[in-house]
């Protein structure tokens, strides 16, 4: 029997995102599978009811409305009180749960009798590379970090030749190397800027330099035998560490654009730069910190706002990829159709394989509990 | 004997720039001249007070303490009653005066005994191009222009390539192809975009062509020859403005980016966009009208805001280089020194050669009169 799926609209505060595009609801629809969208929920995301009822969904009024009868529930963010006591027991709830941070959410989606999934713990596996949210997100995150840096600076990023005297290019360093961090860096490489990036891990380098940006590291004998066999880094030496920190140091003093993006999902964001640091640069350089979801990489950082530090204009938006909602729905709108391929069979009935490796490491509530090794306390 | 320059701090709501820059104030105490600089003066422009005491500058508490002894005055814009009151007569002020709208300011200055010129009347001749404040600002506001439209816009510019599917290229359409219409097909090409551009001058094709844009206009046999000898547009036949508009209205109702830049300095600007073609664009797509200032090339548009039209976003600033304002000031600064060499001798002394095409075109008030010939009422 063909199932059930519901989209409400978000509720959190400045969250744009939705959990649904055309796309999505297209193919669908077309397995013979209900679609049943909150009034509203794509707008934010530019999409219009119009949109979605072209692409088969039903709308619904209200959350309650399109959750009630659903097999299946798609969020981006955890579900409201509200909308877990109109589940139906049994139901499938997918969303981004933030599951370290929000345990009375899942508490009272254990109670409900949901099976409740966070896109946070899919593995990053290959097979599971296209249901990958965190990279999604976090890839829209460092292009949207480098326009943000560009409408806060007071500058501009590429070199111009002009008959007044030539602009120089805006220096710009990234802290951390990871999904976010190379989008950052190919965005700013793209507008114009001298780009240069640092990670703890060593084989960053080489994605970096492939992306025409200068790595920053003090590459001694250690650095360069700092790589174990399956690509982590090796704990260094205090030694090492404060050549490297003076490194950063002068090399911050340098910089216009400082982009740190070094978000550990469930733990405290690391200090990456000291206010001696942020001391240290011009007036009118900028400083974006992507972790400020988790506490910050930076000092002085204040979460969503532009603080002005002597000049200098520290941003560190808790939920960034809100300003690029349209793309980042549509990427974590595909992310959710391939989870939830698998918990339905080709026809579109519910029949989710609970030994699938990638349901088992994201399940998080299953009949009345919370089942994730991760979340027993 | 040397003289004394004075750089009041800008008093226009929302006017970010500086008449001066540490480079261009070291250049003249380097000449034994005296430079006077309110305090607070380039802090818009990321400029402390420090930096121009480090160049030789002198800090005045108050507007009426830089001005009261200065032999030229350099602003922004126009000057205020109060600072038109304290200059000493035969002062020398040189401004983006905005002559054809200001005309109570240019009276003033008259009344004052000033002799006033206004930077938007440098002739665009050879010898001047380093004094050309209109083009400076204007490549900074088609760089800016971008870069609000991609703060603005819901998804990524640049076509990306992700596991979760391919993000397509923003289409960004430029109508006008002036200094700020070349520098945003630059910006937008930089940053990923599919770049369209028009003009009503046909020698523009090549211009867009070489940056990497589509040309996009009616190319038949009167189209090719409506070049005159001397690089203008003939006027073209009704004819051809039909077929025109009815390309451009097919091609802007597929873009997903417009950007606007006929802005005639003392006229209305001319409408390029009309609200149904605004209402032809799909949700979330966005036009900057950088003709705001002179009433807006996009019907609909609200000056400084960013009005929604059924998800199409609008945004006409009015003064949008005061958000590049460290580098527009860098650029203007550089104008003003070039314009102020007319007006000194190497020595430092004062004196004009109002003989100078240069200084004529650009000359508003003198000896107690309006002197411009376009400004004769």
Known sequence: MAITIAIPKETRSGETRVAATPDTVKKWTAAGITVRIESGAGLGAAITDQAFIDAGAQIAKSAVDAIAAA????????????????????????????????????????????????????????????????????????????????AIYGKAFPMMMTAAGTVAP???????????????????????????????????????ES????????????????????????????????KQAALVTAHI????????????????????????????????????????????????????????????????????VTAIASDASALYAKNLQAFVGLLITKDGALAPDFEDEILKAALITKDGAIVHPNLQS
Request: proline letters at 4%; one cysteine or more.
């Open 71 to 150: 097999d299946i529930v798609l969020k981006v963010r955890g579900p409201e009180a509200a909308e877990i006591a109109a589940l139906k027991s049994g139901a499938q709830v997918i969303a981004l749960l933030d599951a370290y941070r929000e345990k009375d959410t899942l508490t009272a989606l254990a109670k409900a009798g949901a099976a409740a999934y966070a896109m946070e713990f899919v593995p990053r596996i290959t097979r599971a590379q296209v249901m990958d949210a965190l990279s999604s997100q976090a890839n829209l995150a460092g292009y949207r970090a480098v326009i943000d840096a560009a």
């Open 253 to 320: 003093a340098k910089q216009d654009i400082v982009i740190t993006t070094a978000l550990i999902p469930g733990r405290a964001a690391p200090i990456l730069v000291t206010k001696e640091q942020v001391a240290s640069m011009k007036p009118g350089s900028v400083i974006i910190d992507l972790a400020a979801p988790q506490g910050g990489n930076v000092e002085g950082c204040v979460p969503d706002q532009i603080v002005d530090v002597n000049g200098v204009k520290i941003y560190g938006p808790t939920n960034i």
């Open 211 to 242: 992306l025409g940006a200068k790595f920053t590291a003090v590459e001694d004998e250690e650095f360069k035998n700092a790589q174990t066999a399956g690509g982590y880094a090796k704990e260094m030496s205090a030694e090492y560490k404060a």
């Open 170 to 208: 805006a220096k710009t360093f990234i802290m951390g190397v990871g999904v976010a961090g190379l989008q950052a860096i190919a965005t700013a490489r793209r507008l114009g800027a001298v780009v240069s990036a640092t990670d703890v891990r060593p084989a960053t380098k080489e994605q970096v």
